[in-house]
C-alpha cells in the first residue's frame, strides 16, 4: 500500500550537535487532504515517479529489495548521480549496480555502508567487491563506517528522488516501510551529509 502526499519544505534547518555526525532536522508541513489507498505488487504499481514536492508512503509485506527504485528510474531516464547510505547489500545488487555504472546508466555513484561487513575476520564477498571497485574507479566511492542509515538519493533530469525507510538493499521478507519523493531541499539534505561521509568532512 502507499500513501501519496503532497508536502511544503520550510528551509530553515536546526542543527543538533553530535560527536559522531553533525545532524540536522528540516521542519516540514504536510497537507493531509490529498491521501489515498493504492494496492499494488510492485513498485511501478504502487506509484509513478513522484512530481517535485510530491511524495508517497509506502508500506511492503512480501519480498521487496531496495534496489527496485533504481531500476524503476532507470527504465525512463540515465542516473546523473546516485548515493546510498545503507546497512547491508547483497552480491547481485552490488553486481548489477557495477555494470550499470560500466555501461554508463549510472554515472556516478557514492556508497556509505555499515563497517561490520568489511572489518570481520570474513568480510562478505559483496563488501569486498563493492570495495575494490570503489577503489579502482573515477566514477564511485564509498566509506564503510558505524551506519544503520537506509537512504537512496538519485538524480536525473526530471527530478531529485529520495527514498528512504527501513529496508536495506537486499531481499527483505519483512515488513517495511518507506518513503518515495522528489524534492530537491530533501536530496540537498542527505545528499550533504552522505558526501560528507566519505570526504572525511564529519
Excluded at 555504472?101 to 562478505?124: C, H, L, W, Y
Excluded at 538493499?169 to 524534492?183: G, L, P, T
Aim: with cysteine; net charge positive; hydrophobic share 35%.
Amino acid at each position: 500500500m502507499a500513501w501519496k502526499v503532497e508536502n511544503e519544505w520550510n528551509k530553515k534547518a536546526e542543527t543538533i550537535n553530535s560527536t559522531v555526525l553533525e545532524q540536522k532536522a528540516i521542519k516540514r508541513v504536510i497537507k493531509n487532504n490529498n491521501l489515498h489507498y493504492l494496492k499494488a505488487k510492485a513498485l511501478s504499481d504502487l506509484c509513478v515517479k513522484p512530481l517535485p514536492n510530491e511524495q508517497y508512503r509506502i508500506v511492503t509485506e512480501k519480498q521487496f529489495n531496495a534496489y527496485a527504485l533504481i531500476l524503476y528510474l532507470l527504465q525512463t531516464e540515465i542516473i546523473e548521480e546516485l548515493n546510498i547510505a545503507i546497512y547491508r547489500i547483497n552480491e547481485p545488487t552490488v553486481v548489477s549496480i557495477i555494470e550499470l555504472i560500466e555501461q554508463g546508466k549510472i554515472k556516478r555513484a557514492n556508497f556509505v555502508i555499515s563497517n561490520f561487513f568489511n572489518q570481520t575476520k570474513k568480510p562478505e564477498k559483496w563488501a569486498i567487491l563493492l570495495r575494490d571497485y570503489c577503489s579502482k574507479s573515477d566514477k564511485c566511492t564509498h566509506r564503510y563506517t558505524h551506519n544503520h542509515a537506509k537512504v537512496v538519493t538519485i538524480k536525473t533530469n526530471s527530478g531529485y528522488y529520495v527514498f528512504e525507510g527501513s529496508g536495506n538493499m537486499s531481499d527483505n521478507a519483512r515488513i517495511e516501510q518507506y518513503v518515495f519523493e522528489n524534492n530537491k531541499d530533501v536530496f540537498d539534505f542527505h545528499t550533504n551529509w552522505i558526501k560528507g561521509l566519505i570526504d572525511g568532512v564529519r
